[in-house]
């Protein structure tokens, strides 16, 4: 598994180098469905600045994460409530 990431960085105030950060995501195992990350209005003017920009991405990142198992825990119980219904009701059938 080979993760690669795509930023593209657009200047949006050059004095006050304010950017915004778009990076993508491309997983080698599923290459179709590489995942766009977008910080906006992100100063990078220190040291501080720069990495709070790289950390804003890496949280939409790990919140996505979240998200995402979140809606396969409730996919999972979905999935076995129409399995349960499916016999519940087929018994119920004269």
Do not use: C, F, G
Not at 54 to 81: G, Q
């Amino acid at each position: 598994m080979a993760i690669t990431w795509m930023p593209k960085i657009t200047l949006l105030d050059l004095e006050t180098r304010l950017i915004s950060l778009s990076a993508t995501r491309t997983d080698s195992d599923n290459p179709s469905n590489p995942k766009t990350y977008i910080v906006n209005n992100m100063h990078i003017n220190t040291t501080t600045e720069k990495s709070a920009v790289m950390k804003a991405i890496l949280t939409k990142r790990a919140e996505e994460l979240v998200r995402d198992a979140k809606v396969a825990a409730v996919a999972d119980i979905i999935a076995d409530l129409e399995v349960q219904a499916k016999t519940y009701l087929e018994s119920k059938e004269v």
